[in-house]
């Protein structure tokens, strides 16, 4: 990741306010305001703004079952209690805004998580940045022959080479050839006095999918739980797993207490269906259980056996 | 409106804060912030967070724009420009959280508006407070007899007096009765040891719809506008109008230049349909036009001659 | 439940059409279209309009995973691995619209749930219905101790009977002055020629939260099941399974695979949290393990054992 | 556009259903339905399914508004008014879904409008299909000058012959790439066996803009025309444009008094600002004004005077 001086200047611009609030505030991730922190060869994820700490959930629970959490006597506890019972609205009462610099291709993914308010910069009024996604060859996979879609063993060798070469001449050529349709370089300068550029409308068509874009990204903390439970997940892409685990950092920085019961309940938990419940029965007693009798799929009962840690179940 | 000793003492803590934060803050909004705002005669508007200013919003509008705004030179500028072609994402980037207490034939109205997070206090979980809405006198309107939904002139004399009654009967001894079933005062006190209360789950259905609530509700400036301008219109029911009221101020106090915009654009504007435009058209023609040869709906044709001031046009 | 004379009316005129259609039927959900299934004392559940059925989901799965589907060879195995994991977007393609009457304070809780399209009557346009739930008997549950939201045992004898009575007086007596606030009668004839009746959207204020309401409420497949996983779940308010209770009926009409795949991953399922899993892992391999060095809380503890059949291990 | 031999045949089969429904139909909409109306050099437009016509439009707004409509006697008064004073819900009872054909970078448009249901193509999953759009020469715009985000004269002579061959070059090239690096042919041919083909989620980042992906979209009938306010609109951009108009006379033959309502109060309506409303009523009774006067910008009082005629007052 490289910044431009505009960058640089804007960032220490930001990170040199000093205001007095009211509100609350969240020590941990003031710290990392602003800051670009890089993700892939060009991303950046940065933290520009934010609302309410592990405090406010607290408070709207409370308001919500008012003298009822009297009881529970802690805030960690009250946290943990709604995040096991699935009560969602409290954590809706965080708010987070990102500055995110992403492939195309990945913004493509992450778009699918339809409650957040995005900017994007848009290539009808303004030239693209001339950066493409070029994978580093440990990230250069195979097709996985058993998971559609998925990723198998690392290319090597002589083939890495042509796929990486293959990328990178073509972003360049295609990055080339828009700016020749534009009539404009990617620095505003025109190329020909002589002649009219293409529509930037038109032209952004010829770039291939890993160039980057970049956008604003605001989302309440429960949707934005909802969005890293399955991308900070080992079977999302990679790519997007690069940008989920920083904002799995920058949760942790702002709602610790929040992050823990997360990170417990549901990272590291695991559903079980009514037949696997009986299975798991069966064994917790003692007693034998075959897959024919479990009433489950093949790829049910291994997904079970591995999560349970009954390795010699595996069929 | 009266706090409780517990909720001034809360309010004042809050207000004490004095946090650094490296957001963006908006002084005028500091000001007020946790201030319990009286509405009604036992309800209030709190602001106790928000997120972002009016530079929020021309920041992400620069994003999406990039380069291209530079030619749009002041934020105001900017702003007016966003507000005028229904850009919507920019207003999405800004965030706010009232805690407000409200009657509940309004939190049903209000609850239609469902792009926002509320928490509302649970009459499952706690007894809700002793507190209902009685209309001042002024405020006790007939019928009206041309609009199905609105309200006509002021009742008077005895039949007020009656109606006062009425409510202020009805709501007491429903609340007296809830109490009873529930066996415990609204203080938590227990009235009869010797026997069980009824569910407060089944007990709250004995109260009438004018019993104070309260919630936390948190939305974006986008939706929250959207709110404002149905809710603060003058065909809104009075009683919520009396919210959106002072919530149009905290706006103001916010995000100053949206403000001037929205009423330009939205509160003090106007839609002129297809065939009203044609209308106006030969108005501004000198020429002359009939609600016949309009197509308009007298209804429409009435709407359009008050709107721009031809009263002697009303048919 | 008793319907007026118009309304079965109504039905029958819907029932009776005969219409030719390119689009796919769920023949056993046409059987009980616009029928009005009893829910309460006064309330009824109807499916009005439905789109789409089990191949719908399918459709829609395959054009995302293309080729990819073709493995699965049947829909059913397809719709179950779906759900397994959680692909959400396939089930949001089938759409259902209800009408629903119930009471006021079960519509309140059911309005939480956001992500459907509601209309429901006016009582600022129009008279509300004399009807009111009153619990039967075995429903009189008196509040839980050892849950602040739940009920415990049924009450009986005299206590009972002066609950229904408190509750059938009450909303008969703010109905009554309803109606002489409105200076109208529910069924519309005026009770003082020589007086103005108060305005609609005032008197509405003295009616009790147990009157009933009703509304169109269109929702799809995947927000639906959201819906009665929460409503028809033990801990919901009984009230509100009842409805639940019948929708999944209608579920089962609809989209028969769909359904028993509902059953089996969602509601018959158990989530198992990260330390949760620790504990079952050792139980499995017949280890010993207390609930101190499990380090889950007791609650937790008991759920956990509650589910998996360990009575014994209850602390 | 040419469809595939599956395709046609699917078509076929679906249009070849004759299933009795008691549902509301929409014949001319049966008509047309599962039909492929091209868009674009490969795209299409299908409707796949539906649900609901201009009387269930009226059939909410009756329960909503209950006795209170009798006194609109037509259904047409009826959405007329729901539509002038914008009443959505009513709108939000009827559901549309599309099988869509469209290239990646007017698919990221559309995206934008997040309250759709949508299931997109899988790259992850899928070898996408060779096919990318080239515009048509007409279509080739150059950048206008007087609009950042808009398009000028179009291309001619050698220049646009040389646009369209860079875009047809680089996206085939682009596109073999994109087949040697997952060493498989677009009709799933292997092309070498000795060798492992890249990760199809990460060969797909090789493509261009213009490759054409398809989704099956599902809405809403409000948010279907907040969609086509925008999308059919002039300054819309043209590739999506011609998607918005064959969906806008889809809605034409589905709801045709909603439609008629759409057209005459949204698509040919103006707004008109509080300070344009002043303007306008000084141009009514023949007063001068200026744009001094007026407080509007150059561009809002250019706009203003498009719209009302008065080319003279153009400044």
Known sequence: ???????????????????????????????????????????????????????????????????????????????????????????????IKYHIKLPIFIARQWIRHRTANVNEYSARYSILDKEFYLPSQENLAAQSISNRQGRGDVLKGEQAEKVLEILKGDAERTYDNYETMLNQKFDGSIIDEGRKGLARELARMNLTLNTYTQWYWKTDLLNLMNFLRLRADSHAQYEIRVYADIMLDTVKKWVPITYEAFMDYRVGGTEVSSKGKEVLKKLIKGEKISIEQSGLSKREWNELMEAFDKKDYLV
């Not at 640089?8 to 991730?29: C, F, G, H, W, Y």
């Not at 592990?54 to 009881?71: E, F, H």
Request: proline content about 3%.
């Open 1 to 95: 990741m490289k910044l431009t001086k505009d960058q640089i200047e804007d960032i220490k611009d930001q990170q040199s306010q000093n205001n007095q609030t009211k509100r609350v505030t969240a020590p941990k991730l003031e710290n990392i305001l602003y800051e670009a922190i890089p993700a892939l060869d060009h991303g950046f994820v940065r933290v520009v703004d934010y609302m309410g700490d592990d405090t406010s959930i607290v408070q709207s629970a409370r308001v919500s079952y008012g003298k009822g959490t009297k009881k529970v006597s802690t805030d960690e506890g009250l946290i943990k209690y709604l995040m096991r019972h699935w009560h969602s609205t409290p954590f809706e009462m965080c708010e």
